[in-house]
């Protein structure tokens, strides 16, 4: 079974602050994504990552930062965290076939 | 821009109905087509995916595919009050960045007892 596993299920911080979103997957895929999830918006595509220290924006980067050091581990930082960063936040892997699996979702709330 | 197109719903279908779930996308070119469910609260979990034109089955789970008219949808046979949920349409248009699915904004699915 893919295991996709994010570092916190929620999470709440203050505005201004730098918010670290860590996903994990077990299962050696090359590509990881994060996306951002609201109500009426759907599923937004922030950054993905198609190879260990390679990074590609999505529709909304603003904001937002990646880092992959390594293969399994996909981070996401908000770097001055603001309320309209407010969201779930969803990583996902996927197989050579593009078949996506998403970890369980991190909702943050900025203060 | 492409797109992927759902009826946000609420789709309302009987206990032990057929749910009729559909999407239309733009890109002619699109070669792989993916269904997930998201239940209130939770993350996507994929369902199943159809490349090729026809039918694909999977339990009480139908995809059907026509690409002529860019068009995917999901059946659910004997709909059980378990299947309420979002149901997202995913696409991967052609030539697209490596993993990168388009996905709808999903169909709200309501099984009433």
């Known amino acids: 079974d893919v295991k996709v596993t994010q570092s916190s299920r929620y999470l709440v911080k203050r505005t201004g602050e730098k918010v670290f979103l860590e996903c994990v997957q077990d299962m050696d895929h090359e590509n990881m994504f994060w996306y951002r999830q609201d109500p009426g918006l759907g599923l937004r595509l922030i950054y993905f990552?198609?190879?260990?220290?390679?990074?590609e924006k999505g529709d909304i980067p603003e904001g937002y930062s990646v880092s992959r050091e390594k293969k399994e581990r996909f981070s996401l930082i908000l770097e001055s965290a603001s309320t309209n960063q407010t969201s779930m936040y969803l990583c996902a892997s996927s197989t050579s076939t593009d078949t996506q699996y998403f970890g369980p979702g991190t909702r943050l709330t900025v203060l | 821009q492409k797109e992927v197109e759902q009826n946000s719903g609420p789709l309302s279908v009987p206990e032990g109905a057929i749910a009729s779930l559909n999407c239309t996308y733009s890109?002619?070119?699109?070669?792989?087509f993916f269904w997930y469910r998201q239940y209130s609260g939770k993350s996507p979990e994929l369902i199943m995916f159809?490349?090729?034109?026809g039918d694909k089955e999977d339990g009480r789970f139908t995809a059907q595919l026509n690409k002529a008219s860019q068009y995917v949808s999901l059946l659910i046979r004997d709909s059980q009050p378990s299947d309420s949920a979002t149901y997202l349409c995913a696409v991967k248009e052609y030539g697209g960045s490596q993993g990168n699915l388009i996905f709808g904004k999903g169909t709200k699915l309501s099984v009433k007892p």
């Open positions: 990552s198609y190879d260990v220290k390679m990074k």
């Open positions: 159809i490349y090729s034109n």
């Open positions: 890109d002619r070119g699109s070669q792989s």
